[in-house]
């Protein structure tokens, strides 16, 4: 049942977005998930949450928009989110990435831009395979690894990678790659 919520909230932000024009990515567990399950939709793993890409610029109409479609805009330790009327929790809530902004302070590189994207299944806007295993790699945390490890799993990231990416984080998704044996 949490995962159809999931689904549900996911459909309707990104569907009210696209239909207003306004631009936005996937990004997050979500979109690992979109992204594995272009491969092997037996691999996919569920997320509680929604992470969404945003340019500051668009900021009025997003909240506009998903103030119809029954999400209300918070702000809480500076990240900006929709939580939907019906489970105004905050982590199930829509949560809001910057485009072109760094995600945390001591992040060395900025998110990608909402520009970076590609639409999956003919549905969702996620972001670029390249800026989501750098946002993942910066991120660092233990469910980064593993979606990471999910995506290499499946074949959608291997060692090409790693020359598009910085060096700092080519050398961490190296040891990804060896563990996997890719």
Same mark, same amino acid.
């Given at each position: *049942? $949490?995962?159809d919520e999931v689904t549900d909230r996911l459909e309707r ?5 696209? !239909? ?9 567990? #979500? ?16 997320? %509680? ?7 500051? $610029?668009?900021? @009025? ?8 479609? /029954?999400?209300?805009?918070?702000? *809480?330790?500076?990240?900006? *989110? ?18 072109? !902004?760094?995600?945390?302070? /001591?992040?060395?590189? @900025?998110? @990608?831009?909402?520009? #970076? ?18 946002? %993942?790699? #910066?991120?660092?945390?233990? #469910? ?11 074949? =959608? ?11 700092? =984080?080519?050398?961490? =998704?190296? @040891? ?7």
């Amino acid at each position: *049942m $949490a995962v159809d919520e999931v689904t549900d909230r996911l459909e309707r932000i990104c569907t009210a977005l696209r !239909e207003a024009g306004v631009p936005y990515a996937v990004v997050g567990g #979500q979109a690992v998930a979109l992204w594995v399950a272009t491969r092997d939709p037996s691999a996919v793993r569920t997320t %509680k949450d929604v992470d969404l890409l945003l340019s500051r $610029a668009d900021l @009025p109409r997003a909240r506009a928009t998903a103030s119809a479609a /029954e999400f209300d805009y918070f702000e *809480m330790l500076g990240v900006g *989110m929709f939580l939907d009327r019906r489970n105004p929790n905050p982590r199930a809530g829509v949560h809001l990435v910057w485009s072109g !902004e760094r995600v945390r302070p /001591e992040h060395e590189f @900025p998110a @990608p831009t909402v520009e #970076q994207r590609e639409r999956i299944a003919g549905t969702f806007d996620v972001v670029l395979l390249d800026g989501l295993v750098q946002m %993942k790699l #910066q991120a660092g945390r233990d #469910q980064d690894r593993v979606h990471l490890r999910d995506l290499i799993d499946v074949g =959608l990231v291997d060692r090409s990678l790693l020359d598009r990416l910085p060096p700092a =984080l080519a050398a961490s =998704l190296e @040891p990804l790659l060896t563990e996997l044996g890719r």
